[in-house]
């Protein structure tokens, strides 16, 4: 680490659970962000300031105005361009030392596949829909990728880890909501969403990631409902769904 690296970072430094070890893993980690909205924003705002060697942000939308109220990556002057472009563009003005690939388009299973083979040490699922959190769930537990998933409607949020490097021993995200052709999309557009709470739980993806990248794991086994209105946080226990057809054994 350079001298600018020890003062940009020092405040990380100073914590003995990072440490100078601990800021080198995050200076040659690669973190993967699909979904660049409300919960991709903050999270790819802290993961570029803590100094992520490589991020990779997918997203095919372009900013629109009804976007700005809880988006906090993007301002006017981004409205109509490619989301990942100008998410590219603002996180390089708070750290230029990083590298932040962009994928514009929505990737299927192989895509996904192939670029997790790549080298990556955590994918963050900050998608809107159901189709695209279990492929993501799928091809994370194919690739023992460590997977961190946020959602948030409402005046609600929730947030589950799955570090699919010990995926022998923990369950994925279809144990705990099973894929039975969900037909009622539950979407911020037509639910409406209280932008702080996709910041809270776009900011705890984010965290998560970190502590993925530092092997600190406390969140085996368990994931986080947040109710903005009651300011309530509960821990939901879940177990590894033997018949589950991502992770079961006989799926393995
Ligand atoms: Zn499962």
Redesign the pocket.
């Known amino acids: 680490m350079n001298d600018k690296e020890l003062e940009r970072y020092g405040r990380h430094i100073l914590l003995p659970e990072v440490d100078y070890e601990g800021q080198q893993k995050l200076l040659n980690a690669h973190v993967v962000i699909v979904g660049v909205g409300g919960l991709g924003s903050p999270a790819a705002l802290y993961l570029a300031s803590s100094g992520i060697k490589k991020l990779t942000i997918c997203d095919f939308d372009k900013v629109d105005l009804s976007n700005l109220q809880r988006q906090i990556i993007y301002n006017e002057e981004n409205l109509n361009e490619k989301k990942v472009i100008a998410a590219k563009n603002n996180l390089l003005k708070i750290n230029s030392n990083i590298d932040i690939q962009t994928i514009d388009q929505k990737l299927n299973e192989f895509e996904l596949e192939e670029l997790l083979n790549n080298g990556v040490d955590v994918l963050l699922d900050c998608s809107d829909n159901f189709h695209t959190r279990y492929i993501i769930n799928k091809v994370s537990f194919k690739t023992s990728t460590p997977l961190v998933s946020g959602s948030a409607i409402r005046m609600q949020g929730q947030l589950c880890v799955f570090d699919f490097r010990f995926k022998e021993k923990i369950?994925?995200?279809?144990?705990i909501f099973p894929n039975n052709n969900v037909d009622e999309e539950l979407r911020c557009a037509d639910h409406g969403i209280l932008a702080p709470v996709v910041g809270i739980i776009g900011t705890m993806q984010a965290l998560e990631a970190i502590k993925l990248i530092l092997n600190i794991n406390n969140m085996q086994s368990k994931f986080l409902l947040f109710d903005g209105n009651q300011n309530e946080w509960k821990v939901i226990k879940y177990h590894?769904?033997k018949e589950?057809k991502?992770?079961?054994a006989s799926s393995i």
């Open positions: 369950g994925c995200y279809e144990c590894k769904d589950c991502i992770c079961s």
